[in-house]
């Protein structure tokens, strides 16, 4: 269902004009942000109750993110910038075991970030220890900083090149 519902784009014209007479997207958001903000109540009872904290992101993706947002300011172009690129490029390579499938789609749902519920991004920049606009900017400027490397490398501009 996943798939079908991700493969939307190839889905039979009777079932396009259908879905887009019940705005399903709109539906999809909503729910969305519903669970996530039901998620963020439940998680902060236990918080308030002493359970154990959350999972965090690895300490290695952590301390990635905190030297991002230690040159925010910086051009992308910088060798430190690009540097983190690189050190970026290794963590997805690692974590995704260098299957390209894996990586294209968090690399894909990276790249959609700016959809996600609220909720989610709250969520996911709690993982990395950092509010949600520090986050949001760092993942921007990892964005950037890798299309551009790739471009003047001669390679396709287009987030993807975060891998």
Known sequence: ???AWADREHWPAALKRRA???DIERATRFIGEALWERWEAERLERERASTPVPHRASESRRTLFRDCASILDSE???PEAQSLVARWRALVEAETLGDEELKRDALDALSRRRE???GMR???ASLYELDVDTWQRVTDFIERAATIGVTHAGGADSPR???
Do not use: F, G, N, V
Request: aromatic share 16%; hydrophobic share 40%; proline share 11%.
């Open 1 to 3: 269902m996943i798939k």
């Open 20 to 22: 887009a007479e019940y």
């Open 122 to 124: 709250r969520y996911i």
């Open 161 to 163: 090149s975060l891998a």
């Open 76 to 78: 992308p172009t910088s």
């Open 116 to 118: 996600w519920p609220d």
